[in-house]
């Protein structure tokens, strides 16, 4: 069993939008805060969003504020990257990881094998 699945990536147009889902399955979700990353090629990976465990208090890169919303559903175990006016700097391969939130204490963290966004005309 896979702890975290991305989907939702692809082949879009300058501005256009992408909603990436991320589902976690094997360990208790609503006690981890989550956090979208990107590595374009050649590049060092990113930090994207982050979204906490208990406050849902959000984060992003100055890069896509305004035009990315992390928000999840406990709920369903996902936790989703909603993505306005892509340009092509935001193509990269985006990955979802979810770390133990230390009000708990420690437990294991996880990552996604990633999914591909591509955006070109």
């Known amino acids: 069993q896979v702890p975290l699945v991305e989907s939702g990536g692809g082949l879009v147009q300058p501005g256009e939008s992408l909603r990436l889902s991320c589902a976690g399955s094997?360990?208790?979700?609503?006690?981890?805060?989550l956090t979208w990353y990107r590595r374009a090629p050649g590049k060092e990976r990113e930090l994207v969003a982050t979204?906490?465990?208990?406050?849902?208090?959000?984060d992003y890169a100055d890069s896509v504020k305004g035009r990315f919303t992390i928000s999840r559903d406990n709920a369903k175990n996902t936790v989703y990257l909603q993505m306005n006016s892509l340009n092509p700097e935001d193509t990269a391969v985006y990955f979802c990881?979810?770390?133990?939130?230390?009000?708990?204490?420690?437990?294991?963290?996880?990552w996604g094998q990633g999914t591909q966004v591509t955006v070109s005309s």
């Open positions: 094997g360990f208790t979700f609503s006690r981890y805060d």
């Open positions: 979204i906490t465990s208990a406050s849902g208090r959000t």
């Open positions: 990881y979810a770390g133990y939130s230390t009000l708990y204490g420690y437990g294991q963290n996880y």
